[in-house]
Protein backbone atom coordinates (compact mmCIF):
# COMPACT_ATOMS: atom_id res chain seq x y z
CA UNK A 1 0.00 0.00 0.00
CA UNK A 2 1.42 3.55 -0.82
CA UNK A 3 1.97 6.07 1.83
CA UNK A 4 3.16 9.53 2.62
CA UNK A 5 6.97 9.45 3.00
CA UNK A 6 7.07 8.77 6.57
CA UNK A 7 7.72 12.31 8.41
CA UNK A 8 10.92 10.78 10.31
CA UNK A 9 14.25 11.23 8.93
CA UNK A 10 16.05 7.87 8.61
CA UNK A 11 19.82 7.23 7.57
CA UNK A 12 21.83 4.39 7.05
CA UNK A 13 24.11 4.93 10.35
CA UNK A 14 26.23 1.06 9.68
CA UNK A 15 26.90 -1.31 7.02
CA UNK A 16 28.27 -4.81 8.05
CA UNK A 17 29.20 -7.50 5.21
CA UNK A 18 29.93 -11.25 6.45
CA UNK A 19 31.99 -12.83 4.17
CA UNK A 20 32.35 -16.19 6.10
CA UNK A 21 28.80 -17.39 7.35
CA UNK A 22 28.95 -17.34 11.28
CA UNK A 23 32.28 -15.65 11.86
CA UNK A 24 32.65 -11.77 12.46
CA UNK A 25 31.90 -9.31 9.91
CA UNK A 26 33.62 -6.30 8.39
CA UNK A 27 32.29 -2.69 8.77
CA UNK A 28 32.18 -1.48 5.40
CA UNK A 29 31.54 2.51 4.53
CA UNK A 30 29.99 1.64 1.54
CA UNK A 31 29.25 -1.49 -0.78
CA UNK A 32 27.77 -2.22 -4.00
CA UNK A 33 24.21 -4.35 -4.39
CA UNK A 34 25.24 -7.16 -5.94
CA UNK A 35 23.32 -10.22 -6.89
CA UNK A 36 23.33 -12.06 -3.36
CA UNK A 37 23.10 -8.95 -0.98
CA UNK A 38 26.59 -6.54 -0.01
CA UNK A 39 29.87 -6.96 -1.45
CA UNK A 40 31.30 -10.87 -0.35
CA UNK A 41 28.43 -11.17 2.20
CA UNK A 42 28.11 -14.83 3.42
CA UNK A 43 29.84 -16.50 0.00
CA UNK A 44 32.05 -18.72 2.32
CA UNK A 45 30.79 -21.41 4.86
CA UNK A 46 32.13 -24.13 7.38
CA UNK A 47 30.21 -27.11 6.71
CA UNK A 48 30.76 -30.63 8.46
CA UNK A 49 32.92 -33.36 6.23
CA UNK A 50 30.81 -35.78 7.96
CA UNK A 51 27.30 -35.16 7.93
CA UNK A 52 27.61 -31.99 5.43
CA UNK A 53 25.47 -30.18 7.30
CA UNK A 54 26.67 -26.02 8.05
CA UNK A 55 28.45 -25.00 11.01
CA UNK A 56 27.50 -21.76 12.99
CA UNK A 57 27.99 -20.52 16.19
CA UNK A 58 24.79 -22.35 17.71
CA UNK A 59 27.03 -25.70 17.53
CA UNK A 60 30.07 -23.51 17.88
CA UNK A 61 29.72 -20.38 19.73
CA UNK A 62 33.78 -19.76 19.87
CA UNK A 63 33.34 -18.63 15.50
CA UNK A 64 32.12 -15.44 17.13
CA UNK A 65 36.17 -15.09 17.76
CA UNK A 66 37.22 -15.76 14.18
CA UNK A 67 38.34 -12.15 12.78
CA UNK A 68 37.81 -11.77 9.39
CA UNK A 69 39.72 -9.10 6.78
CA UNK A 70 39.03 -7.91 3.35
CA UNK A 71 42.47 -6.96 2.00
CA UNK A 72 41.39 -4.61 -1.03
CA UNK A 73 44.97 -3.97 -1.62
CA UNK A 74 46.35 -7.47 -2.16
CA UNK A 75 42.96 -8.96 -3.00
CA UNK A 76 42.69 -11.21 -0.26
CA UNK A 77 40.32 -12.85 2.29
CA UNK A 78 42.26 -13.67 5.63
CA UNK A 79 40.42 -15.48 8.97
CA UNK A 80 42.59 -15.34 12.33
CA UNK A 81 42.23 -16.97 15.38
CA UNK A 82 44.20 -17.22 18.62
CA UNK A 83 46.73 -19.18 18.15
CA UNK A 84 45.86 -20.16 14.54
CA UNK A 85 48.58 -18.58 12.15
CA UNK A 86 46.21 -16.82 9.43
CA UNK A 87 44.42 -18.60 6.56
CA UNK A 88 44.53 -16.14 3.11
CA UNK A 89 42.00 -16.98 0.06
CA UNK A 90 41.11 -15.15 -2.88
CA UNK A 91 39.52 -12.24 -2.27
CA UNK A 92 37.34 -13.07 -5.87
CA UNK A 93 38.05 -17.02 -6.34
CA UNK A 94 38.75 -18.15 -9.96
CA UNK A 95 38.16 -21.36 -11.12
CA UNK A 96 41.64 -22.74 -10.56
CA UNK A 97 40.95 -21.89 -6.80
CA UNK A 98 38.27 -23.98 -6.36
CA UNK A 99 37.60 -27.87 -6.35
CA UNK A 100 35.13 -30.30 -5.34
CA UNK A 101 31.31 -29.27 -6.05
CA UNK A 102 29.40 -30.06 -3.46
CA UNK A 103 25.72 -29.98 -2.71
CA UNK A 104 24.80 -28.59 0.90
CA UNK A 105 21.66 -27.90 2.73
CA UNK A 106 20.70 -24.16 4.02
CA UNK A 107 17.21 -24.75 5.65
CA UNK A 108 15.12 -25.34 3.19
CA UNK A 109 17.23 -24.50 0.33
CA UNK A 110 19.86 -26.85 -1.50
CA UNK A 111 23.34 -24.52 -2.35
CA UNK A 112 25.63 -25.52 -4.59
CA UNK A 113 29.01 -25.08 -3.92
CA UNK A 114 32.89 -25.68 -4.20
CA UNK A 115 35.62 -26.57 -1.65
CA UNK A 116 38.41 -24.06 -0.56
CA UNK A 117 41.55 -26.29 -1.24
CA UNK A 118 43.25 -28.44 1.12
CA UNK A 119 45.05 -25.92 3.15
CA UNK A 120 41.65 -24.31 3.92
CA UNK A 121 40.25 -27.53 5.35
CA UNK A 122 42.85 -27.85 7.35
CA UNK A 123 42.24 -24.83 8.87
CA UNK A 124 38.86 -25.04 9.76
CA UNK A 125 39.06 -28.70 10.83
CA UNK A 126 41.77 -27.51 13.48
CA UNK A 127 39.36 -24.87 14.54
CA UNK A 128 36.36 -26.55 14.71
CA UNK A 129 38.04 -29.89 16.36
CA UNK A 130 36.77 -32.22 13.61
CA UNK A 131 36.63 -32.89 9.98
CA UNK A 132 35.09 -30.07 8.39
CA UNK A 133 35.65 -28.52 4.76
CA UNK A 134 35.71 -24.45 4.22
CA UNK A 135 33.33 -23.95 1.06
CA UNK A 136 32.76 -20.95 -1.43
CA UNK A 137 29.45 -20.79 -3.38
CA UNK A 138 29.20 -21.58 -7.08
CA UNK A 139 28.80 -18.50 -8.65
CA UNK A 140 27.82 -20.37 -11.86
CA UNK A 141 24.87 -22.10 -10.25
CA UNK A 142 22.55 -19.31 -8.27
CA UNK A 143 20.33 -20.28 -5.44
CA UNK A 144 16.89 -18.20 -6.29
CA UNK A 145 14.95 -17.34 -3.34
CA UNK A 146 11.00 -18.54 -3.50
CA UNK A 147 9.41 -17.25 -0.73
CA UNK A 148 7.44 -14.22 0.07
CA UNK A 149 9.52 -12.48 -3.02
CA UNK A 150 7.29 -8.67 -4.11
CA UNK A 151 5.82 -8.77 -7.08
CA UNK A 152 7.96 -6.12 -8.19
CA UNK A 153 11.37 -7.44 -7.40
CA UNK A 154 12.83 -6.77 -11.42
CA UNK A 155 15.74 -9.39 -10.33
CA UNK A 156 14.54 -12.79 -8.50
CA UNK A 157 16.26 -11.97 -4.93
CA UNK A 158 19.50 -14.67 -4.16
CA UNK A 159 21.33 -15.61 -1.67
CA UNK A 160 25.13 -16.72 -0.78
CA UNK A 161 24.27 -18.93 2.34
CA UNK A 162 22.63 -16.38 3.91
CA UNK A 163 19.92 -18.01 5.97
CA UNK A 164 17.20 -16.51 3.44
CA UNK A 165 16.82 -12.79 1.70
CA UNK A 166 20.26 -11.35 0.44
CA UNK A 167 19.26 -8.21 3.01
CA UNK A 168 19.12 -8.17 6.84
CA UNK A 169 17.87 -4.74 8.20
CA UNK A 170 17.61 -3.64 11.55
CA UNK A 171 17.52 -0.25 13.39
CA UNK A 172 18.55 1.60 16.26
CA UNK A 173 15.07 2.35 18.13
CA UNK A 174 14.37 -1.15 17.95
CA UNK A 175 17.86 -1.96 19.65
CA UNK A 176 17.47 0.62 22.17
CA UNK A 177 14.13 -0.77 23.07
CA UNK A 178 15.54 -4.52 23.33
CA UNK A 179 17.87 -3.08 26.04
CA UNK A 180 15.53 -1.72 28.00
CA UNK A 181 14.04 -4.82 28.38
CA UNK A 182 17.50 -7.44 28.48
CA UNK A 183 19.70 -8.35 31.58
CA UNK A 184 22.65 -6.99 29.76
CA UNK A 185 23.12 -4.65 27.11
CA UNK A 186 23.51 -5.98 23.28
CA UNK A 187 24.99 -4.36 20.39
CA UNK A 188 23.86 -4.71 16.51
CA UNK A 189 26.58 -7.68 16.06
CA UNK A 190 24.59 -9.86 18.43
CA UNK A 191 21.88 -9.66 15.48
CA UNK A 192 24.22 -9.71 12.23
CA UNK A 193 22.33 -6.93 10.86
CA UNK A 194 23.88 -5.93 7.05
CA UNK A 195 22.29 -2.33 7.26
CA UNK A 196 21.30 -0.24 10.38
CA UNK A 197 18.77 2.63 10.16
CA UNK A 198 18.72 5.78 12.65
CA UNK A 199 16.59 8.25 13.18
CA UNK A 200 16.19 10.95 15.66
CA UNK A 201 12.24 10.64 16.11
CA UNK A 202 12.02 6.67 14.60
CA UNK A 203 9.71 4.65 16.61
CA UNK A 204 10.98 1.09 17.60
CA UNK A 205 9.79 -1.58 15.54
CA UNK A 206 8.38 1.01 12.96
CA UNK A 207 10.09 -0.96 9.92
CA UNK A 208 7.69 -4.47 10.75
CA UNK A 209 5.26 -2.21 8.86
CA UNK A 210 7.76 -0.89 5.84
CA UNK A 211 7.02 -3.11 2.49
CA UNK A 212 9.17 -0.71 0.35
CA UNK A 213 11.61 1.90 1.03
CA UNK A 214 13.62 4.36 -1.61
CA UNK A 215 17.75 4.56 -0.59
CA UNK A 216 20.18 7.22 -1.47
CA UNK A 217 20.22 10.33 -4.23
CA UNK A 218 18.96 7.61 -6.52
CA UNK A 219 15.97 6.72 -4.57
CA UNK A 220 16.75 2.82 -5.06
CA UNK A 221 13.77 0.46 -4.15
CA UNK A 222 14.23 -2.03 -1.15
CA UNK A 223 11.64 -4.25 -0.33
CA UNK A 224 11.24 -5.63 2.89
CA UNK A 225 10.02 -8.95 2.90
CA UNK A 226 9.54 -10.47 6.40
CA UNK A 227 10.25 -10.06 9.98
CA UNK A 228 13.51 -12.04 10.69
CA UNK A 229 13.19 -14.94 13.87
CA UNK A 230 15.83 -15.37 15.70
CA UNK A 231 17.43 -18.82 16.29
CA UNK A 232 20.32 -18.93 19.73
CA UNK A 233 22.82 -16.65 18.22
CA UNK A 234 22.38 -12.96 20.45
CA UNK A 235 22.92 -15.64 23.14
CA UNK A 236 26.73 -15.97 22.38
CA UNK A 237 28.85 -13.77 24.35
CA UNK A 238 31.01 -11.47 21.13
CA UNK A 239 33.84 -11.20 23.60
CA UNK A 240 34.28 -14.95 25.37
CA UNK A 241 32.90 -17.22 22.11
CA UNK A 242 30.54 -19.10 25.04
CA UNK A 243 26.91 -19.54 24.79
CA UNK A 244 25.25 -17.91 28.28
CA UNK A 245 24.03 -20.25 30.58
CA UNK A 246 21.02 -18.07 31.59
CA UNK A 247 19.84 -18.52 27.68
CA UNK A 248 19.56 -14.71 27.62
CA UNK A 249 18.86 -12.41 25.63
CA UNK A 250 16.21 -14.67 24.37
CA UNK A 251 14.70 -15.97 27.18
CA UNK A 252 13.47 -12.30 27.90
CA UNK A 253 12.59 -10.80 23.86
CA UNK A 254 10.45 -14.13 24.45
CA UNK A 255 8.23 -12.44 27.03
CA UNK A 256 8.05 -9.27 24.58
CA UNK A 257 9.26 -9.99 21.18
CA UNK A 258 6.85 -13.09 19.88
CA UNK A 259 4.99 -10.89 17.27
CA UNK A 260 4.78 -12.11 14.16
CA UNK A 261 0.90 -13.42 13.59
CA UNK A 262 1.79 -16.01 11.03
CA UNK A 263 4.52 -17.76 13.46
CA UNK A 264 3.41 -15.93 16.95
CA UNK A 265 6.16 -18.71 19.27
CA UNK A 266 8.76 -16.93 17.28
CA UNK A 267 11.30 -14.72 18.64
CA UNK A 268 11.60 -11.55 15.99
CA UNK A 269 13.77 -8.97 15.55
CA UNK A 270 15.21 -7.20 12.40
CA UNK A 271 13.65 -7.42 8.86
CA UNK A 272 14.32 -9.68 5.84
CA UNK A 273 14.43 -7.39 2.76
CA UNK A 274 15.70 -7.65 -1.00
CA UNK A 275 16.99 -5.15 -3.44
CA UNK A 276 14.57 -4.12 -6.55
CA UNK A 277 17.66 -4.58 -8.76
CA UNK A 278 21.23 -5.32 -8.43
CA UNK A 279 24.21 -2.99 -8.91
CA UNK A 280 23.36 0.06 -7.03
CA UNK A 281 25.29 1.39 -4.19
CA UNK A 282 24.50 2.04 -0.70
CA UNK A 283 26.89 3.96 1.53
CA UNK A 284 26.44 5.22 5.47
CA UNK A 285 24.88 8.37 5.66
CA UNK A 286 22.35 7.97 2.51
CA UNK A 287 18.71 8.84 3.14
CA UNK A 288 15.86 6.37 3.49
CA UNK A 289 12.02 7.55 2.31
CA UNK A 290 9.56 5.07 3.72
CA UNK A 291 7.37 4.66 0.83
CA UNK A 292 4.96 2.07 1.36
CA UNK A 293 3.61 -0.13 4.42
CA UNK A 294 1.98 -2.91 4.86
CA UNK A 295 1.04 -6.40 6.69
CA UNK A 296 3.94 -9.09 7.05
CA UNK A 297 2.71 -12.26 8.21
CA UNK A 298 5.20 -15.92 8.99
CA UNK A 299 2.71 -17.69 6.83
CA UNK A 300 5.70 -20.39 5.19
CA UNK A 301 8.31 -21.43 6.62
CA UNK A 302 11.53 -18.65 5.62
Not at 114 to 138: I, N
Not at 207 to 228: H, M, N
Amino acid sequence: MAVAEDSNEWTVSALYTYPVKSCQGVRLHESQLTSTGLEYDRLWMLVDARSKRFVTQRQLPRLALVQVTINQAEQLLELSADSMPPLQLPLHPQPADLHDSVSVRVWYDMVEARRCGDAADSWVTQLVGRPTWLLYKDPQKPRLVSRYVPQNCKDAPQSGFADVFPLHVTTEPSLDDVNSHVPRPLSQQHFRPNIVLRSPQGKPYAEEEWTRVEVGPKRWSLFFTSRTPRCSMPNVDLETGQMSEDKEPMATMRTFRCVDPGKPSFVCFGMQAAPQTAGNFIKVGDSISVCERGFHSLTEPL
